[in-house]
């Protein structure tokens, strides 16, 4: 019989593996479950011979059924600045990115949720990969386990403190994988992440918003990027079909399930969005319901076709929002030299032909 990959199961699942494969007692599932499932995502165990709490004869039986094999590291690469991104292998042979951001009291995982991107945002460079498959949510949150792996993580006091899908994809268009790994992340039993932890961040697929809002419950980063639709269609494709005015209705309903201010998100871009005149219509904007705005350098990659605004002009249009009473911060690049800073991540994975 194949062995059925840890990772793939829920906790639900996990009870039921233990029943129908392994003849556990139902008054006992939960127990059993609960100690796998802790001796992995709390604990970092990776060997069915270290979980004590089983008898031998379980254990041997869990030994042939089940393997907690993880997808491996193809490529690691260090910046300068302490930033680490890993290239990951996944068991289907394709690749996505991860990249693990130190700062000096937190540290923050950047995970990706799809191989490839279908929204084409002119400035991303995951944007000129076509879509080559959504994430299982086995390997959404196996990037978190290959991370914490890495560099030891698995002391009470996490050493990676916030986890952020802004990495490849958009998390909302493979959604139901998405809300499964959140669940897991925030499993207080297993790796323990509290929903002010985690942050989605989405392109702004609207109609997906009120659903997260319901059933995911994060943290909320919309990829916003102009104030007007004219200029966001133009370097937004999705903003065809999904207008502002939606995503300000849905963002409006998220905060208010949520109880937490949306984070938007502005990249700077010379000469396109970066004028006063839109940092005064994006204030207009946010007076329209609960949000912050994070204003953030432009990062090239070999073959765009835009700049970096200059630092002191981010300043002054930072300045403009933050007068008129809101909170508008510059996020500086991390991970640049390593094509690891926002919107750098690409794989060479390909979509293999329907044969
Ligand atoms: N698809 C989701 C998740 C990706 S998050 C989303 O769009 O929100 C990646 C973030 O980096 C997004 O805010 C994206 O717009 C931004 N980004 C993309 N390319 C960038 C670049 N070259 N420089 C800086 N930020 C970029």
Redesign the pocket.
């Known amino acids: 019989m194949k062995q059925k990959n840890f990772f793939e199961l829920n906790f639900k699942d996990l009870k039921n593996f233990l029943i129908k494969e392994l003849a556990v007692e139902e008054k006992k599932v939960s127990m059993r479950s609960k100690q796998i499932w802790q001796s992995v995502y709390k604990k970092g165990s990776f060997e069915i011979n270290n979980l004590t709490t089983f008898p031998l004869e379980l254990r041997n039986k869990l030994n042939r059924l089940m393997s907690l094999q993880r997808p491996k590291i193809a490529n690691t690469q260090t910046s300068n600045d302490g930033t680490i991104k890993w290239l990951i292998k996944l068991f289907d042979g394709n690749e996505v990115e991860c990249v693990y951001i130190p700062e000096k009291t937190r540290a923050t995982l950047c995970i990706s949720s799809q191989v490839g991107?279908t929204?084409n945002?002119k400035?991303?460079?995951t944007g000129t990969q076509r879509l080559v498959k959504n994430l299982s949510y086995a390997e959404i949150v196996n990037q978190v386990m290959i991370a914490k792996e890495q560099i030891n993580d698995w002391d009470e006091k996490k050493k990676i403190t916030n986890i952020v899908?802004?990495g490849m994809?958009?998390?909302f268009y493979n959604y139901e994988n998405v809300k499964t790994a959140v669940e897991i992340l925030k499993d207080k039993e297993g790796l323990n992440y509290g929903p002010k932890k985690i942050t989605v961040?989405?392109?702004g697929i609207a109609n997906k918003i009120p659903d997260a809002a319901n059933e995911i419950g994060t943290y909320l980063?919309l990829?916003l990027?102009a104030p007007t639709d004219d200029i966001r269609e133009m370097i937004m494709p999705i903003n065809k079909k999904f207008k502002i005015k939606d995503l300000i209705k849905q963002c409006k309903y998220y905060s208010s399930v949520v109880k937490e201010k949306i984070t938007l998100?502005y990249?700077m871009l010379r000469d396109i969005n970066d004028s006063i005149e839109c940092a005064k219509q994006l204030v207009k904007l946010m007076a329209q319901f609960p949000c912050k705005i994070n204003l953030?350098e432009?990062?090239p990659?070999p073959g765009v076709q835009y700049l970096p605004t200059e630092r002191n002009k981010i300043e002054k249009f930072g300045k403009v929002i933050q007068e008129a009473g809101y909170v508008a911060t510059i996020r500086r690049s991390r991970g640049q030299d390593i094509l690891g800073?926002?919107?750098?991540l690409r794989t060479e994975s390909e979509k293999k032909k329907n044969i």
């Open positions: 991107c929204l945002c400035f991303c460079h899908l802004m994809g958009e998390p961040s989405t392109a980063a990829s990027h998100e990249v953030i432009f990062n990659w800073a926002c919107g750098q």
